[in-house]
């Protein structure tokens, strides 16, 4: 049979951002998996109940947020962008035919005793849609992203092993993973690939949920600037909830596509002044926002960033910088102190998200602080890593539930 897909690609799109294109490449023949399951054999086993919760270290670096994991036997840390808007887990591996520089040595399948092929005629293949046969018989994939980042290479299944908050070390087996061989972006050398936590099949979240007693996550970013050796931790599956004082909650919004994480924002306060998503209070689209922790800014649809835009400049007692063209259409502030102000607050259904100029505001330079909000021509927006940041936020794939608890990250 032959299956052609369709090319699923509404979301915005900038320069260092990682949201999901699915590239259309070519069409192929599905072969039934049937006798090939032995192959992918469960190696994943069910955690003890008292042995605490699974976590793993996450640093901030240069806007992105890397997640330290190890993968194959014997253990290789791995540091990735911790990546909530796409799904796919990949590294740079050797054989590498075009690869950023990356200063850690890349990640090598023939060294690991727990590394095996994908076939390319196993359903674990054809799981992503680009999932490919080469002449070899192996599973060749490529996963695109918004601003134009690649990656190719080949399909495998390793041992990823994290440690819980009890000390236990925990290995979860047969994790379907890309090996970059071909990959290209605004990559910096910190970064050695990425780890998709969307809702997807082939996400992190996805693959251990069930061993972990659930497909629930979280999540603390710390400030943009803080030192990478600094990290906070991500919370998997059971002990992972966000509860306790303080804690909001609003619906995710299922759709089509699985991958992203969508909320339904009714309006944004600057200071004490309510600007309601386009449409007007009470008739806003539901889930005309995600969430993704790969973006750095807030992106809205330009009527409503228009709008932010302008009560922000009203709002903040300086003068806008006009005379450094390095800074763009950005709006931007000179002043040694923090801005002080203005609060605002993202009005999510159900939940008011209070965001100080931390979350808001990103110093691209010594004494120059520039609204980290940008705009779109689509009608759905991101919620991005800035604002994300200093909140404990709660990913119930399961009771579609997002719940936000205000946190200092530093000190988690
Ligand atoms: C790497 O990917 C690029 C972009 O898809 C492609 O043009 C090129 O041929 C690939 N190179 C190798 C060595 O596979
Ligand atoms: C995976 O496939 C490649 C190419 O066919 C081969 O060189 C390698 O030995 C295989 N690895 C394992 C663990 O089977
Ligand atoms: C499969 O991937 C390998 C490694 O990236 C590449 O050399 C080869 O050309 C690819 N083959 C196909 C058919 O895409
Ligand atoms: C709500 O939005 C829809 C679609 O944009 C529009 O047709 C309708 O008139 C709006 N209703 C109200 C009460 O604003
Ligand atoms: C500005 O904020 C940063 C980060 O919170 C803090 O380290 C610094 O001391 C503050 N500077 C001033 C002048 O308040
Ligand atoms: C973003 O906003 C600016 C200023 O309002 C506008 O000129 C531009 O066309 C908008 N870009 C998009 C992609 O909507």
């Known amino acids: 049979m032959t299956m052609a897909y369709p090319i699923v690609f509404q979301y915005p799109c900038f320069v260092s951002t990682i949201c999901l294109i699915m590239f259309l490449l070519s069409q192929f023949s599905t072969i039934e998996a049937n006798n090939i399951e032995g192959f992918s054999v469960k190696l994943i086993r069910k955690m003890s109940s008292n042995a605490g919760t699974v976590q793993a270290p996450t640093h901030a670096y240069l806007g992105q947020h890397l997640m330290e994991l190890s993968i194959g036997t014997p253990r290789k840390t791995i540091y990735a962008i911790a990546d909530t808007g796409s799904d796919l887990i990949w590294v740079q591996c050797v054989p590498c035919d075009k690869c950023y520089k990356q200063l850690n040595p890349l990640f090598d399948p023939l060294k690991s005793s727990t590394y095996t092929n994908i076939s390319c005629q196993s359903e674990l293949c054809h799981r992503l849609d680009t999932g490919v046969c080469s002449p070899e018989n192996r599973c060749n994939y490529t996963y695109g992203y918004g601003d134009n980042a690649l990656t190719q290479g080949v399909l495998g299944q390793e041992t990823v092993t994290f440690t819980s908050t009890t000390g236990q070390v925990v290995p979860l087996g047969g994790i379907i993973f890309g090996c970059g061989h071909n990959d290209t972006g605004n990559f910096n050398d910190h970064e050695m690939g990425i780890i998709g936590l969307g809702g997807g099949q082939v996400s ?75 449409g007007g209070e009470g008739n806003v689209t539901k889930g005309n926002m995600f969430l993704d922790s790969g973006t750095p800014p807030i992106i809205l649809p330009t009527e409503l960033y228009e709008r932010v835009f302008a009560e922000v400049k009203r709002q903040v007692p300086l003068k806008p910088i006009t005379d450094d063209p390095t800074l763009g259409p950005q709006l931007c502030y000179r002043t040694l102190e923090n801005l002080s102000g203005p609060m605002m607050t993202a009005h999510f259904e159900g939940a008011d998200v209070a965001l100080a100029p931390i979350q808001t505001f990103i110093p691209p330079k010594n004494g120059v602080f520039c609204l980290a909000f940008t705009n779109t021509s689509s009608d759905v927006g991101v919620y991005g890593n800035f604002a994300q940041s200093n909140y404990l936020i709660g990913f119930d794939l399961e009771a579609h539930v997002l719940s936000f608890k205000l946190n200092d990250c530093t000190k988690q």
């Open 204 to 278: 992190l979240i996805s693959q251990i949920g069930d061993s972990l007693g659930g497909k629930r996550f979280s999540q603390c970013l710390v400030p943009f600037h803080t030192d990478f050796n600094v990290p906070s931790r991500m919370s998997f599956g059971k002990g992972s909830e966000v509860t306790g004082e303080g804690v909001v909650s609003t619906p995710l919004v299922v759709k089509q596509d699985k991958t992203p994480y969508f909320v339904t924002l009714l309006g944004i306060s600057v200071g004490n002044t309510y600007l309601a998503f386009n």
